[in-house]
């Protein structure tokens, strides 16, 4: 028997990650449009003025798409150094990020927006925070998988797959905390 020779595909995963993409995105319009025929029923809306952690947290994560596009850069012209500078940048946004979302909810905790209350509408607000900041921690981890590709002698196509991957997942949370932000502003 001859060896068999380790073929790399990257289609049937790459699919995985739109197919989550999707299927998130179907989610979260999902609990949108259930906020809007509930704050329809009820005719009002959460009624806060939301934190200025959420501003922040929205200009990091922006910061943290632009930091990854430059590693993508740097890996296709084979600069693995500028690569993993700028992972781990992306990286420590993240963690920002995160940090910011806490205290955007203790500021609304402290001002006696609780998640259990009598406005629902508030509810949805953490409820919706919430989940998206656990897609976070999932693009935190194609990140850290891009990220240990730079540093192991893998192909080069091995390593702009992973971070492909990581780019599409996190790109994709990234406009999915804009649209959320912009959608609870107006949604008073």
């Known amino acids: 028997m001859g060896n068999i020779q380790d073929t790399f595909d990257p289609k049937?995963?790459?699919?995985?990650?739109?197919?989550?993409?999707?299927?998130?995105?179907?989610?979260?319009?999902?609990?949108?449009?259930?906020?809007?025929?509930?704050?329809?029923s009820k005719g009002k809306g959460h009624g806060l003025v939301l934190p200025d952690a959420f501003i922040y947290s929205s200009v990091i994560i922006l910061i943290s798409s632009i930091t990854l596009v430059l590693a993508s850069k740097a890996l296709r012209k084979l600069n693995f150094g500028l690569q993993r500078n700028m992972l781990w940048i992306t990286m420590i946004l993240a963690?920002?990020?995160?940090?910011?979302?806490?205290?955007?909810?203790?500021?609304?905790?402290?001002?006696g927006a609780t998640m259990v209350g009598n406005n629902a509408a508030i509810s949805f607000i953490y409820v919706v925070s919430g989940i998206h900041l656990v897609h976070i921690i999932g693009g935190v981890a194609l990140i850290i998988n891009a990220l240990a590709g730079s540093y192991?002698?893998?192909?080069?196509?091995?390593?702009?797959?992973?971070?492909?991957?990581?780019s599409?997942?996190?790109?994709?949370?990234?406009?999915?905390?804009?649209?959320?932000?912009?959608?609870?502003?107006?949604?008073r």
């Open 152 to 166: 192991k002698n893998i192909p080069v196509a091995k390593n702009q797959y992973r971070m492909e991957i990581a």
């Open 12 to 40: 049937p995963k790459k699919f995985i990650v739109w197919l989550f993409v999707v299927s998130s995105t179907i989610m979260f319009g999902g609990f949108t449009s259930y906020y809007l025929v509930f704050a329809a």
């Open 95 to 111: 963690v920002v990020f995160g940090v910011l979302q806490f205290n955007a909810w203790g500021s609304m905790v402290n001002t």
């Open 168 to 187: 599409i997942f996190w790109h994709f949370i990234d406009i999915l905390w804009i649209y959320l932000y912009v959608f609870l502003l107006l949604n």
